[in-house]
């Protein structure tokens, strides 16, 4: 190898390695499960406008400001067609509350599983609760009677419940049971924010010694 060449990758090391032990990696944003009820699907109640109940919810706490939050659950269509709505609400919604304290909504059809909001959905820290309004046909929102309950702790399951009746037009303000037989699933996902990882400068006196190593093994490569 000519001495030019090996004098340039001599150099070169050391400023690759210079860069990596001061540099500053850049900052990221991620989709992270902030919640999801894991466990084997074996609880479900009718749900319908000639079923048992007429819609089911689930209470969660937020415990820190969310971004593009996203919510999934699953479904399951029992009598064709199967459609209703959904409303995220800002309180406890077994507990009774008002159409001023609706975030959002949205409407579902079919079984399977289903996914509601997304980006541009933001929460502030609070509880919450995800109901579901089931107006044609009849099924069930899956649910399990041995939660595993899964997330990065940005969200907590308080409890579920099913609507009773259907009252004054706007399904968080029917009377609702809070459900004790099994948790219903439910998976919050949002956006989490990875801080950048700065390397530590080496000390001066380990520069020096890497300079003098770099410099030494040129020497026995040129004589």
């Known amino acids: 190898m000519e001495r030019g060449s090996v004098?340039?990758?001599?150099y070169v090391c050391i400023l690759v390695s210079f860069a990596f032990l001061s540099g500053t990696a850049e900052a990221a944003v991620v989709n992270s499960t902030a919640?999801?009820?894991?466990?084997?699907?074996?609880?479900?109640s009718s749900l319908g406008p000639s079923a048992q109940y007429y819609g089911a919810g689930v209470?969660?706490?937020v415990h820190e400001d969310l971004e593009s939050v996203a919510m999934s659950i699953d479904l399951i269509c029992l009598n064709d067609p199967c459609s209703g709505e959904v409303f995220l609400t800002r309180n406890d919604v077994i507990n009774g509350i008002s159409i001023a304290s609706l975030e959002d909504g949205a409407l579902f059809s079919g079984g399977g599983e289903q996914t509601f909001f997304g980006a541009g959905l933001d929460l502030v820290a609070g509880i919450y609760s995800l109901s579901i309004s089931w107006r044609e046909g009849f099924g069930g929102w899956w649910g399990t009677t041995v939660p595993?309950?899964?997330?990065?702790?940005?969200?907590s399951y308080i409890r579920d419940g099913f609507m009773e009746t259907f009252d004054n037009g706007f399904p968080p303000q029917a009377s609702w049971i809070e459900n004790a037989v099994y948790d219903?699933?439910?998976?919050?996902?949002?956006?989490?924010?990875?801080?950048p990882v700065t390397h530590v400068p080496l000390p001066a006196g380990s520069v020096l010694l890497l300079t003098g190593?770099?410099?030494?093994?040129l020497r026995r490569r040129l004589s």
């Open 184 to 195: 219903t699933g439910i998976t919050i996902t949002a956006d989490k924010y990875v801080p």
């Open 7 to 10: 004098v340039k990758n001599i």
């Open 213 to 217: 190593l770099a410099l030494l093994g």
């Open 35 to 44: 919640l999801s009820v894991e466990g084997e699907q074996d609880g479900v």
């Open 148 to 155: 595993d309950f899964q997330g990065d702790g940005r969200v």
């Open 59 to 61: 209470v969660f706490e």
